[in-house]
């Protein structure tokens, strides 16, 4: 059926009570010195212009949206969990806002990461049915990345990674940063792989048109991170890593057979010395060694296109709060048609079983 308004209305209701718990899996805070620290990268000028495009905005626009979120993407506490009960969120899993500490020079970066983790944790112990954390790191310093990964999985009870599309310009997909993907795996941790704005060599058509953020650049930056880490065979050296995409996947499962053919194709014809076989092809890690979110796209039909193709077990939901805070988009959520128990899954049992929840 044609679906005229993709966008649900609003309605003012609230969500009802249903038998499945909400956990939504791409939650954002920041601790209360992160904006200083932003706002003074800003003053230095050494902020790529995506970073500038991005917080220039919500540090500073009088706008209703950017100021709900400078107010609530800092409370850890009884404003946050009254929005989540209005909203029928019984569990948020939460990491430190987009780009993190990924902006920072890296000593910065390193500490930062870790008091960002310290406070993250402290808010799961006061209230530890609602929230559950996941460990930032400094993809900067890849040894301290390591270290910071045991850290959170061993002492800080946090149940996964949150990092975000590039840093500084470079991916993860350049064998120099896989000591954190090694520890992903050995601690098995999974790893959120966040959008961020596009780098400097990517952003100017974006930004021309007003493009470079969550609109669009950041799931175009945030896709190609990920499929370079498919490419660039992580998967084959790490078999067990499980990544986390937003966004419906960022756009890749729409992506996955062109995607299979070219890439076979392309490895035939030896046209890249970057791009050589890899033991299954892209569509399968896809589906083996990522699970997909929708945050931020409350839409039925790709949800359910998501779920075929990579399976009810793999597609979870997100609200991606505080920057898409929106009631109707849980009750239509609530209301699609699809069986109890696969509803359920999305909802609730698929990130108990990945983020060890409960
Ligand atoms: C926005 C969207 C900003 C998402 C985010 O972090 C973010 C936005 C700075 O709308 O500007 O995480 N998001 O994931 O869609
Ligand atoms: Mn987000």
């Given at each position: 059926?044609?679906?005229?308004?993709?966008?649900?209305?609003?309605?003012?209701?609230?969500?009802?009570?249903?038998?499945?718990?909400?956990?939504?899996?791409?939650?954002?805070?920041?601790?209360?010195?992160?904006?200083?620290?932003?706002?003074?990268?800003?003053?230095?000028?050494?902020?790529?212009?995506?970073?500038?495009?991005?917080?220039?905005f919500y540090l500073s626009s009088e706008a209703a949206r950017p100021q709900h979120i400078r107010k609530y993407i800092q409370d850890l506490d009884a404003a946050r969990i009254a929005h989540m009960d209005e909203a029928g969120i019984d569990v948020q899993v939460l990491s430190l806002t987009s780009p993190g500490v990924q902006v920072f020079d890296a000593d910065t970066?390193?500490?930062?990461?870790?008091?960002?983790?310290?406070?993250?944790?402290?808010?799961?112990?006061?209230?530890?049915?609602?929230?559950?954390?996941?460990?930032?790191?400094?993809?900067?310093?890849?040894?301290?990345?390591?270290?910071?990964?045991?850290?959170?999985?061993?002492?800080?009870?946090?149940?996964?990674?949150?990092?975000?599309?590039?840093?500084?310009?470079?991916?993860?997909?350049?064998?120099?940063?896989?000591?954190?993907?090694?520890?992903?795996?050995?601690?098995?941790?999974?790893?959120?792989?966040?959008?961020?704005?596009?780098?400097?060599?990517?952003?100017?058509?974006?930004?021309?048109?007003?493009?470079?953020?969550?609109?669009?650049?950041?799931?175009?930056?945030?896709?190609?991170?990920?499929?370079?880490?498919?490419?660039?065979?992580?998967?084959?050296?790490?078999?067990?890593?499980?990544?986390?995409?937003?966004?419906?996947?960022?756009?890749?499962?729409?992506?996955?057979?062109?995607?299979?053919?070219?890439?076979?194709?392309?490895?035939?014809?030896?046209?890249?010395?970057?791009?050589?076989?890899?033991?299954?092809?892209?569509?399968?890690?896809?589906?083996?060694?990522?699970?997909?979110?929708?945050?931020?796209?409350?839409?039925?039909?790709?949800?359910?296109?998501?779920?075929?193709?990579?399976?009810?077990?793999?597609?979870?939901?997100?609200?991606?709060?505080?920057?898409?805070?929106?009631?109707?988009?849980?009750?239509?959520?609530?209301?699609?048609?699809m069986a109890p128990e696969i509803k359920k899954a999305f909802f609730q049992t698929n990130a108990e079983r990945l983020f060890k929840i409960g």
């Amino acid at each position: 059926m044609l679906q005229k308004d993709l966008v649900p209305p609003h309605t003012g209701q609230r969500p009802a009570k249903v038998d499945y718990k909400r956990i939504a899996t791409e939650e954002a805070f920041a601790p209360p010195d992160l904006f200083d620290m932003y706002r003074k990268v800003l003053a230095d000028g050494k902020a790529d212009a995506g970073f500038t495009s991005l917080w220039a905005f919500y540090l500073s626009s009088e706008a209703a949206r950017p100021q709900h979120i400078r107010k609530y993407i800092q409370d850890l506490d009884a404003a946050r969990i009254a929005h989540m009960d209005e909203a029928g969120i019984d569990v948020q899993v939460l990491s430190l806002t987009s780009p993190g500490v990924q902006v920072f020079d890296a000593d910065t970066a390193v500490s930062y990461a870790r008091s960002a983790n310290d406070y993250l944790a402290e808010a799961v112990r006061r209230h530890p049915a609602r929230f559950v954390g996941l460990t930032a790191i400094a993809p900067q310093n890849p040894t301290e990345a390591a270290k910071e990964i045991e850290r959170g999985a061993t002492q800080l009870g946090m149940k996964g990674v949150i990092v975000n599309s590039h840093t500084q310009g470079e991916y993860l997909s350049d064998p120099k940063f896989w000591d954190i993907f090694a520890a992903a795996e050995a601690f098995d941790m999974p790893v959120y792989l966040h959008p961020s704005s596009p780098p400097p060599k990517m952003i100017e058509p974006f930004m021309e048109a007003g493009l470079d953020g969550a609109i669009y650049g950041f799931g175009v930056d945030t896709g190609l991170a990920a499929l370079r880490t498919i490419t660039a065979g992580v998967f084959d050296r790490f078999p067990r890593l499980q990544m986390i995409l937003g966004h419906m996947g960022e756009a890749l499962p729409y992506w996955a057979y062109r995607l299979d053919y070219m890439h076979a194709a392309t490895v035939r014809s030896q046209r890249y010395a970057s791009m050589q076989a890899l033991q299954r092809r892209p569509s399968d890690y896809l589906r083996e060694n990522f699970y997909i979110t929708n945050s931020g796209v409350a839409w039925e039909q790709a949800i359910r296109f998501a779920q075929e193709f990579m399976g009810v077990d793999r597609v979870m939901y997100a609200m991606d709060y505080p920057y898409q805070h929106v009631l109707d988009e849980v009750i239509a959520l609530d209301n699609m048609n699809m069986a109890p128990e696969i509803k359920k899954a999305f909802f609730q049992t698929n990130a108990e079983r990945l983020f060890k929840i409960g």
